[in-house]
């Protein structure tokens, strides 16, 4: 593996301003440790409102972007990390941002005929009646780790719902329920490496299930025949493309009982805990933690050309 960054500053920015900061920190200390162990010059650099951190970014030569959520996975970050002339991990600009709102990343899916679940958006300041028959999924139009996601299967916590999903953003997000399994596919650079089921103990995988040990079960490879397989493969990467997303991403699918497949959404910068789905994927086809992070970071780079004046 070409060793681009070695002997390189690198940044790996953590925390952020989203509901998801903690899970954030708990990626960038595993990333930051990683890297250490390999012999780079990794130094965790916490974003927060104060800006302090853009003074601190202008001292390294790139950024290993460990942020999730607002401000972070959205393509905020990245526009200043362009600005600054500092190569990053994962997808640019636009694709972020694509991916981050999942309403618009369907309405792109659906373009390019992609299969997602039926949907539509609520607005908190102009709300319209429910269009979808019950059970739906209510969930925040911009938010990840399914922070403010709530299963309703009746009219009786319709409205509570979507309190809540209103506590994240002021659009939600309304989509059919596909009961089946719920399989997620690991993407680096050109290649999906694999997909996996996860099964939650509980309703749904909730920002609880998934981030306490013991409530999810994994199943690698997802136990799918050889041809739906496959499918699912290619779907996800061609979501991931279709977005303009590179470096590396993780798709959320589900798969009915007559193996019909249905985009969820693209997490440009998936988590990297001890829990994580993406590292589990990357295990099963023999690349370890370390080995992926480091694959991340050579791929990193800027994305907008810089013309000549």
């Known amino acids: 593996m070409s060793r681009t960054w070695r002997d390189k500053q690198i940044g790996v920015l953590l925390g952020g301003l989203s509901a998801e900061q903690e899970i954030s920190r708990l990626t960038g200390a595993g ?11 990794a130094t965790p650099i916490e ?3 104060t800006g302090a951190w853009i003074g601190r970014v202008r001292e390294i030569d790139v950024a290993f972007i460990a942020l999730h959520g607002k401000f972070g996975e959205d393509g905020t970050v990245q526009s200043v990390l362009e600005l600054l002339g500092v190569p990053y991990t994962g997808s640019g600009v636009l694709a972020s941002a694509l991916a981050m709102n999942k309403p618009v990343a369907k309405r792109v899916w ?3 005929g992609l299969p997602t679940p039926a949907w539509q958006v609520i607005e908190k ?9 019950y059970p739906v999924v209510v969930k925040p139009a911009t938010e990840g780790s399914s922070v403010g996601v709530s299963i309703v299967r009746s009219h009786e916590t319709w409205h509570s719902s979507l309190a809540e999903a209103f506590r994240f953003d002021p659009h939600a997000l309304v ?3 596909i009961p ?3 399989v997620t596919v690991g993407i680096l650079g050109e290649q999906a490496l694999g997909a996996m089921e996860v099964i939650a ?6 920002y609880d299930v998934k981030y306490t040990a013991g409530r999810e079960e994994f199943i690698l490879p997802a136990p799918l025949p050889p041809p739906l397989y496959e499918r699912v493969l290619q779907i996800a990467l061609t979501a991931h493309r279709t977005l303009g997303c590179s470096g590396y991403s993780r798709v959320d699918t589900r798969i009915n009982e007559q193996g019909e497949i249905f985009l969820l959404e693209v997490n440009t910068l ?4 001890t829990l994580s789905y993406l590292p589990r994927i990357a295990a099963a086809v023999g690349l370890d933690y370390g080995d992926l992070v480091e694959a991340i970071l050579q791929r990193a780079t800027l994305h907008i050309h810089r013309s000549a004046r």
Do not use: M, N
């Open 47 to 49: 974003v927060d409102a």
């Open 125 to 133: 300041d102009r709300p319209e009646p429910l269009t979808l028959p």
């Open 201 to 206: 103990k509980g309703e749904f995988h909730s």
């Open 175 to 177: 989509e059919a329920y």
């Open 270 to 273: 998936p988590g990297f805990t």
């Open 180 to 182: 089946g399994k719920e």
């Open 110 to 112: 659906q373009t390019y």
């Open 31 to 41: 990333v930051s440790q990683a890297l250490q162990e390999r012999g780079y010059k």
